[in-house]
Nanobody, 126 residues
Framework: QAQLIESGGGLVQAGGSLRVSCTAS????????MGWFRQAPGKKREFVAACNWSGESTYYADFVKGRFTISRDNAKNTVYLQMNSLKPEDTAVYYC???????????????????WGQGTQVTVSS
């Protein structure tokens, strides 16, 4: 039983920054590895970034390396995605996902995650 709520999406100009957040209604947030995915119209949901239970280990898709940063605050049950140097092609619905595993792994595939948020729209204008 987990509910994930994203926030922080919106409209931003190319080159700008935006931070999206995801808060989980779970008693032990540190039991979950977390990830961010995105889906543009007509395309498959794609991996963006992920972190392990503590946030000390992270992994990024090639197209966001150096621009996006995933982090988490387990005391607040929240994971963040800081997006800098945004491009129009970053426009998509961004989804937060949680995976309940006993290891310290990082997961990059949609079917590896157990819970999903409703998504938040990020639109980057030219």
């Amino acid at each position: 039983q987990a509910q994930l709520i994203e926030s922080g999406g919106g409209l931003v100009q190319a080159g700008g920054s935006l931070r999206v957040s995801c808060t989980a209604s779970v008693p032990t947030f540190s039991s979950y590895a977390m990830g961010w995915f995105r889906q543009a119209p007509g395309k498959k949901r794609e991996f963006v970034a992920a972190c392990n239970w503590s946030g000390e280990s992270t992994y990024y898709a090639d197209f966001v390396k150096g621009r996006f940063t995933i982090s988490r605050d387990n005391a607040k049950n929240t994971v963040y995605l800081q997006m800098n140097s945004l491009k129009p092609e970053d426009t998509a619905v961004y989804y937060c996902a949680a995976a309940y595993y006993g290891d310290s792994g990082i997961y990059t595939k949609v079917d590896e995650y157990d819970y999903w948020g409703q998504g938040t729209q990020v639109t980057v204008s030219s």
